[in-house]
């Protein structure tokens, strides 16, 4: 969060709605920034906002100009693809667990790497042929949930 620089200490708050949700900050020096890592006592929600208030003079207030939400940690895995022994991030959005990174596999028939250019294949990932895709989806390799 950044604000225009004022007075020399301020107090951040976290608000919703009228209501204060959690004090941030107090008396902390006014640089015109702040990095902030969201304690686990605030509360998953949405249309959060900031109040910067002078810490001398704290009906001097500078608002957030838009709200946010804050929402739960995402849950992190791997997997192991059992053709080439490569490892996978993946990440659970929902109920679901998805791939994170594509696939790397050099298939025999139907893959390749994006501009023929075999080092894209380590950023990028392969790129495959429709039938190249559904024979490996078949074998079991992609995750199924």
Do not use: C, H
Request: proline share 5%.
């Amino acid at each position: 969060m950044w604000w225009s620089t004022g007075p020399l200490k301020v107090n951040i708050d976290l608000y919703k709605g009228p209501d204060t949700v959690y004090s941030v900050a107090t008396a902390v020096d006014n640089t015109g920034s702040f990095v902030w890592r969201v304690s686990n006592n605030v509360p998953e929600a949405r249309n959060y906002y900031f109040l910067v208030s002078d810490s001398e003079y704290p009906d001097l207030v500078y608002d957030s100009s838009r709200s946010f939400a804050i929402i739960p940690q995402s849950e992190y895995s791997s997997l192991t693809d059992p053709r080439d022994g490569q490892n996978y991030k993946t990440v659970k959005i929902g109920n679901q667990w998805w791939m994170a990174e594509n696939f790397r596999f050099v298939a025999r028939d139907g893959s390749y790497s994006y501009a023929d250019v075999v080092l894209n294949s380590d950023v990028y990932g392969r790129l495959y042929t429709l039938q190249a895709a559904i024979d490996n989806a078949l074998r079991g390799v992609a995750p199924s949930q």
